[in-house]
């Protein structure tokens, strides 16, 4: 079973950064493609980034791309979200999720793929 905690949430104004954490409790993290998500009150769950296992490669979606910056730390157990650039509508709870154990990276970039997910951290941004 795999464990993710998210951190790092917070109230930042417009233009402002911030960095998530999502730490795992698994052996072998360095195995699984970690991706992050985001839920807006009214509003389904949406993709932003996913970072795969096995060379570390990226997918971004549209709407962060060039303001997000995914990556992970295997020695830490943990994967980072890097915000900047924050505008109002990021406004949303932040979810980390993992795939299957040695799954490729299309396992998390829809939010119905992920086999694990984290708590969420809020972030909020003021105008």
């Known amino acids: 079973q795999v464990q993710l905690v998210e951190s790092g949430g917070g109230l930042v104004q417009a233009g402002g950064s911030l960095r998530l954490s999502c730490a795992a409790s698994?052996?072998?993290?360095?195995?699984?493609?970690i991706g992050w998500f985001r839920q807006a009150p009214g509003k389904e769950r949406e993709f932003l980034a996913a970072?795969?296992?096995?060379?570390?490669?990226?997918h971004y979606a549209d709407s962060v791309r060039g303001r997000f910056t995914i990556s992970r730390d295997n020695a830490e157990n943990t994967a980072y979200l890097q915000m900047s650039s924050l505008k109002p509508e990021d406004t949303a709870v932040y979810y980390c999720g993992a795939g299957v154990e040695g799954s490729p990276l299309l396992n998390v970039i829809t939010p119905q793929a992920p086999s694990y997910w984290g708590q969420g951290t809020q972030v909020t941004v003021s105008s």
């Open positions: 698994v052996r072998s993290f360095d195995r699984y493609p």
């Open positions: 970072i795969s296992w096995s060379d570390g490669r990226t």
